[in-house]
T-cell receptor, first 116, second 108 residues
């Protein structure tokens, strides 16, 4: 059974704080993803990684950075949290994919971040 | 035009009914598609993957129409527990592009 875990279910931070969200998967998946989900806007891809130390920008990377030092772990960093980063953050992982082909993604339980 | 579009609903149907909703996609080269179910304040969970013309799993059937570029999800004999938001996804290289979801509410 695929397991994707995230470090916190709920998090409250102050504006300007540096925030770390951690994600770990146990399925030896190559690809890992960070999304945020807001009402009416659906899932928006922030960053993804297809290998250790590799990262690619998604649709909304501004204000975020990521780190992938080990295959199973993918971290999302908010360098200086702002109130408009209050959201649900979801991590996902999947097997390595081909050029036009994608395998299914498995999601972690999410972190509901509130920035005050 | 959005890459993946879904009717947001809500679809409100009685228990036992058959319900279907569509998802249109714009990338004609897409090879794989997905339906996810998401309960309120929970993560999306994979319901079905579609790699060819369609897929069936119990009461759930997904159909792919490449000519018109949409995938559909049919739920037969709907249960109260089917109430959720259903997200469709279209593969794009190594990513999935998700629609905003269709809300389904099953009433007793």
């Amino acid at each position: 059974d695929v397991k994707v875990t995230q470090s916190s279910r709920y998090l409250v931070k102050r504006t300007g704080e540096k925030v770390f969200l951690e994600c770990v998967q146990d399925m030896d998946h190559e690809n890992m993803f960070w999304y945020r989900q807001d009402p009416g806007l659906g899932l928006r891809l922030i960053y993804f990684s297809y290998d250790v130390k590799m990262k690619e920008k998604g649709d909304i990377p501004e204000g975020y950075s990521v780190s992938r030092e080990k295959k199973e772990r993918f971290s999302l960093i908010l360098e200086s949290a702002s109130t408009n980063q209050t959201s649900m953050y979801l991590c996902a992982s999947s097997q390595l994919t081909g050029d036009r082909f994608s395998y299914e993604q498995y999601f972690g339980p999410g972190t509901r971040l509130t920035v005050t | 035009r959005k890459e993946v579009e879904q009717d947001p609903g809500p679809f409100n149907v009685p228990e036992g009914a058959t319900v279907a909703f569509n998802c249109t996609y714009s990338n004609s080269a897409s090879q794989s598609f997905f339906w996810y179910r998401q309960d309120c304040r929970k993560e999306p969970k994979l319901l079905m993957s579609v790699y060819s013309s369609g897929n069936e799993d119990g009461r759930f059937t997904a159909q792919l129409n490449r000519a018109s570029q949409y995938i559909s999800l049919l739920i037969r004999d709907s249960k109260l527990s089917d109430s959720a938001t259903y997200l469709c996804g279209d593969s794009s290289a190594s990513k999935i592009i998700f629609g905003s979801g269709t809300r389904l509410s099953i009433r007793p």
